[in-house]
């Protein structure tokens, strides 16, 4: 089979040849310290393109993806021309910070000392009214410079190359909020004004609308998976009640999930991480077919169990290792054994592309994330 014929198999609930691989997206990547140290390992040039400022995720470059049998390849649209983005540097505290100031406001910054992710330095409505988000300079989602020269790109992963074509990240109704207002005020905020949340989320909702109409104009017949994503819970459950879930986010993402599916035929991913086995009923009766990273290290979340209890209805995309724990810490031989079970687990009937669970991070040693890959290949095979 081609790439892209053995992803569209695992997506429809049919059995490849093997496990579809994935590795490069916003979700699915490696950090540039990991990335930089697993090139040197392999000889191949160290230099690290940053597809991801506030992640510091590298960019495998097409030498890597070929090593580990990738099956995926990634396009994205772009920030509006309008913008004036770039990283600047401030001194506050005492320290010298990068700063990047997103399209939305919100500054992230990252400390020159530890220079390893960046965090919300400032949260533009942390004090904000109804009427101030109503007034407030939301950035324009239908802004047709963010599209500039996407049709092509992606047509040339489809005409070019053998591979499935995957969105960059997209549609992140719920996670602008609190980025917006600040997490803890956030809560408290869905639990004491759910009309200023209502008028948070028809904002965010908005931009994202419209942002898809011009996206899938563009390449709503070209990709093959389109992901968008809201983290729902922690480590031990759900972050916020599921109740006022279903009551003020549920319907906003299912406004979206139902334009996006009347656009186009690709798959939708959803990307929650955590203990997020109580939404799953909910994602699915919103229309997503992809659930990623699957944090089988968080509670509730064996992965036999996700398998026998939603694995007729739902692709589950990652859960490949456990990258809390093991990918960084064990040993390669306790590398393989992990991949060996969670293919167990995952891989019957098809409905699963592995990747590790969410990015690779820089603490992680080349032997592992080889040991990982390698063993996500030779054991992926169905006959």
């Known amino acids: 089979m081609t790439p ?3 992803v569209l198999r695992a997506l429809n609930h049919e059995v490849p040849d093997r496990v579809p691989i994935d590795l490069g997206g916003n979700q699915t990547s490696i950090h540039k310290n990991a990335y930089r140290k697993l090139a040197l390992y392999l000889g191949l040039p160290d230099e690290v393109d940053i597809m991801d400022a ?37 001194e506050r505290g005492g320290r010298v910070w990068h700063d990047l100031t997103d399209e939305f406001g919100i500054r992230w910054s990252m400390p020159d000392d530890q220079q390893l992710y ?3 330095t400032l949260h533009p409505l942390a004090k904000a009214t109804v009427k101030d988000v109503s007034d407030y300079a939301w950035p324009k989602g239908d802004d047709p410079s963010r599209f500039a020269g996407l049709r092509e790109r992606a047509l040339r992963l489809r005409r070019e190359t053998p ?5 960059g990240i997209s549609g992140v109704v719920y996670e602008i909020c609190w980025y917006l207002r600040g997490l803890e005020q956030w809560f408290c905020d869905l639990l004491t004004d759910p009309e200023f949340c209502k008028a948070m989320l028809d904002q965010t909702l908005k931009y994202w609308l419209d942002w898809f109409r011009l996206f899938l104009d563009e390449a ?15 480590q031990d459950g759900p972050l916020f009640n599921p109740e006022i879930y279903r009551l003020l986010v549920k319907p906003r993402h299912r406004r979206l999930v139902e334009y996006i599916r009347s656009r186009t035929r690709a798959k939708v991913w959803y990307h929650t991480c955590g203990s997020c086995a109580a939404f799953i009923p909910d994602l699915l009766e919103n229309g997503i077919h992809i659930l990623n990273p699957v944090q089988i290290s968080a509670r509730h979340m064996d992965p036999f169990e996700l398998k026998r209890r939603f694995g007729r209805d739902l ?8 990258s809390q724990r093991v990918l960084p810490r064990g040993t390669p031989s306790e590398v393989a054994e ?3 079970r969670n293919l167990d687990a995952f891989r019957p009937d098809g409905g699963y592309v592995f990747n590790s669970i969410h990015n690779i991070q820089g603490e992680v040693p080349p032997e592992n994330i080889i040991a990982m890959f390698d063993t996500a290949y030779e054991c992926g095979f169905y006959s």
């Not at 030498?63 to 913008?83: C, I, N």
């Not at 591979?163 to 969105?167: E, G, H």
């Not at 709503?220 to 922690?234: F, N």
Request: charged share 25%; aromatic share 8%; net charge neutral.
């Open 220 to 234: 709503g017949d070209v990709v093959d998976v389109v992901m968008i994503g809201d983290d729902l819970a922690g």
């Open 54 to 90: 506030v992640q510091q995720l590298a960019r495998p470059s097409e030498r890597v993806l070929e090593r580990f049998h990738v099956d995926t390849r990634y396009v994205a649209a772009g920030p509006a021309s309008t913008w004036k983005g770039g990283i600047v540097k401030a």
């Open 338 to 340: 992990n991949v060996r």
């Open 4 to 6: 892209r014929q053995r």
């Open 118 to 120: 960046m965090d919300i």
């Open 163 to 167: 591979y499935a074509v995957v969105s």
């Open 315 to 322: 692709v589950f995309w990652g859960g490949g290792c456990d």
